[in-house]
């Protein structure tokens, strides 16, 4: 048995070396795509093209600009005397946000009575910097609201002492992006990179007529089950580490808690998908039709994990979905171990479900995998 | 000795569609037996049935002696199987396919090494272990296949449409290795659907919409099959010749048939008929060179058969 198992898995290196790009793409893929989002995501969002038009063109005003500016969130693209320039820049996309300031902002600012007003005009098609800029120019505002308060009430700024919140942000202390997003995609591509290579174990070889060779030689379903997952079990582990040593020392992604812990459950992770992968494969006619239903249902775990929105926020029905898919529990294990330092003490429901859901998979996929071989 | 292989009442249906329907026959031990039939007629799916990978709807196939339903484990140690195009690993070199089957087989490695150096000899690949299979010509590879499939020494061993798309001397060569292989003692079940090589088997089955048609041996085929004689005609305008004398009724000719550049026409008493021939090309300006009644080829009998 283990002599044919180990014939299999030799000749599936074989096929590895000379399909170099496939694992390569299986092994560096992975690394490129985080290098490319840890770069991208390692800094806040800054310099937002802002378009201010100044129908007051007061002290007041120049100010309100260069708070805007100090922000650091803005860079200030023009200034512009008609409202159809920003009508345009909006429309191209050329600037994120613009701010109109009314002919008596100055005005209104001085009276003891008086109500300003201010125009700002976001680009909502790009959700994710127009809530960055909304926020912003809220704190700008907010702090130009006290300023104008403490005038109004004449007091003098000592006396007035408001709302001073103490913020304090775990685990993330800086709030830095990278440190959210890395760990995730790192997570999810552990997860495509396994499914992809566990889909074409048995579509190559329907597609290429060879599997009818195969199962007419002496192996049992389960030899040529094994002797399969063992390329994909290597090269998918091995794409774990690299993947975890590029996080951790180029991106900084601390590791808190237990290496071994993560390597363990990585593992078992790997197992869950692999089983999923060989599924899709023996349905499979074609290594193009495996392709898709990877991207089906990997698109589809990609929903649900939490990493493009919180679960915590999905409908009731979406939530319970969310809760069956292994890729879901496993980000959740993956960034309490590296960002919070949790242990099994805190993680258990999330290992639970994944050894739940895993042992379901895997017995399913198992059998469902044999019945087809046989 | 049990037979090499026995079907009873042998069914397969998907769905609606019965792709065989109830085949008997037996090839002997020690046998070339032929199975013939044109593409879709049920080749296919009695192989595959023959070897355990789809299950009859009906029916039984005994190969070896053993039933081959439960006895899947056994029969794959005692059974060889090769098909020209995807018995092989391309991207593997020949040493490397051969080693992968010899180790699926569970051969050790001293028996390993000298069988694949055998295989090597049979396949006359000496010299080019380290060639990739897919750089091999169609020739080499079917013989290389054929090399590997043995390689664990089967008794048995079916070869599905082993030499499509293989120019005829490579053909040769394999059919020779088989003869070779017959006379060591293996048998062999071939799907083909080349006439000249029906001609080489031992005994045959033609099946069609899967229903077996015909089956003996080549020359019984021919003798109970054929009503009629073949007689060969070379004129100066064959595919005029053939719509004339399909046109002509009185004659009562069965067939009217190119083949090549001929022209042949299967009826009964076909001898008596050849004055009448004559005349009504002579009447039409096609000039005739040569008219002979000749022995009806496989072809004539398959195509005969199939109407």
């Not at chain 1, 909006?90 to 002919?103: F, H, T, V, Y």
């Not at chain 2, 054929?146 to 499509?164: K, M």
């Not at chain 2, 919409?209 to 064959?238: F, H, W, Y």
């Amino acid at each position: 048995m283990l002599k044919r198992i180990l014939a299999l898995t030799k000749k599936e290196f074989i096929h590895l070396r000379n399909d170099w790009w496939l694992p390569a793409f299986m092994l560096f893929g992975g690394v490129l795509e985080l290098m490319a989002v840890g770069w991208a995501t390692a800094r806040p969002i800054s310099n937002l093209p802002l378009m201010v038009l100044d129908h007051d063109r007061s002290a007041a005003s120049r100010s309100l600009v260069i708070s805007l500016e100090n922000t650091e969130t803005f860079t200030l693209e023009a200034m512009v005397d008609d409202f159809q320039t920003i009508e345009d820049a909006l429309e191209r996309g050329q600037i994120s946000a613009a701010i109109i300031i009314p002919p008596d902002y100055a005005e209104e600012m001085a009276a003891s009575d008086g109500n300003p007003t201010l125009s700002m005009i976001l680009n909502g098609a790009e959700s994710v910097p127009a809530t960055a800029a909304l926020r912003a120019a809220e704190g700008v505002i907010a702090s130009l609201n006290e300023k104008l308060i403490i005038k109004r009430l004449k007091l003098s700024p000592d006396e007035f002492s408001g709302f001073a919140p103490r913020l304090r942000v775990w685990f993330n202390e800086a709030l830095s992006e990278a440190l959210y997003t890395t760990p995730a995609e790192m997570g999810l591509m552990l997860e495509f990179t396994t499914l992809l290579f566990a889909a074409l174990a048995f579509s190559r070889e329907r597609e290429l007529g060879t599997l009818e060779q195969l199962l007419v030689m002496p192996f049992s379903s389960l030899e040529i089950i094994i002797g399969k997952a063992i390329p994909v079990i290597v090269i998918a582990f091995t794409d774990f580490v690299l993947m975890l040593s590029m996080v951790h020392f180029v991106f900084k992604v601390p590791i808190r808690g237990s290496l071994p812990l993560l390597f363990i459950l990585a593992f078992g992770y790997l197992l869950v998908e692999l089983g999923k992968g060989m599924v899709l494969s023996v349905i499979s006619k074609s290594q193009m039709q495996a392709f898709l239903l990877v991207l089906l249902f990997g698109m589809t775990d990609f929903m649900f994990t939490g990493y493009a929105a919180p679960v915590e926020s999905m409908p009731q029905a979406l939530q319970f979905v969310a809760n069956i898919v292994p890729a879901h529990h496993w980000l959740e294990i993956l960034r309490g171990i590296l960002l919070k330092g949790a242990g099994m003490d805190v993680l258990w429901p999330h290992v639970a479900a994944l050894a739940v859901l895993g042992t379901f998979i895997m017995t399913f996929s198992l059998r469902f995998v044999r019945k087809a071989l046989d | 000795m049990t037979p090499a292989i026995i079907t009873n009442n042998l069914t397969k249906r998907f769905g609606d569609f019965t792709a065989v329907n109830g085949i008997n026959f037996e090839a002997k031990r020690g046998e070339i037996f032929g199975f013939l039939g044109p593409n879709g007629s049920g080749k296919t799916t009695t192989i595959r049935m023959m070897l355990g990978l789809l299950a009859p709807s009906a029916g039984d196939v005994q190969a070896l002696g053993i039933s081959v339903k439960g006895n899947q484990a056994e029969l794959q140690q005692r059974v060889g199987y090769m098909s020209q195009r995807f018995s092989l690993y391309n991207d593997l070199t020949v040493q490397q396919n051969l080693q992968f089957y010899g180790a699926a087989y569970g051969l050790n490695n001293t028996d390993l090494k000298s069988r694949i150096q055998d295989a090597l000899v049979m396949a006359g690949l000496e010299g080019r272990e380290n060639a990739k299979t897919k750089d091999l010509s169609g020739g080499w590879r079917q013989r290389l296949a054929l090399s590997a499939a043995i390689l664990h020494r089967p008794e048995l061993i079916f070869l599905d449409e082993p030499t499509a798309g293989v120019d005829p001397i490579s053909r040769r060569a394999f059919w020779d290795l088989l003869y070779q292989l017959v006379a060591d003692g293996v048998s062999v079940f071939v799907t083909t659907h080349y006439m000249d090589e029906a001609e080489h088997c031992h005994r045959l089955a033609f099946i069609q919409r899967g229903n077996i048609i015909a089956r003996g041996t080549p020359a019984e085929i021919k003798k109970n099959m054929m009503q009629g004689q073949v007689l060969e005609i070379a004129s100066s305008d064959a595919v005029n010749t053939i719509k004339i004398l399909r046109a002509a009724e009185s004659l009562d000719l069965q067939e009217v048939e190119l083949y090549g550049s001929l022209v042949h026409v299967v009826a009964q008493n076909v001898e008596k008929k050849k004055k009448d021939i004559q005349k009504l090309l002579k009447k039409e300006k096609i000039q005739i060179e040569d008219m002979a009644v000749i022995e009806a080829s496989l072809e004539d009998v398959f195509i005969a058969s199939m109407k």
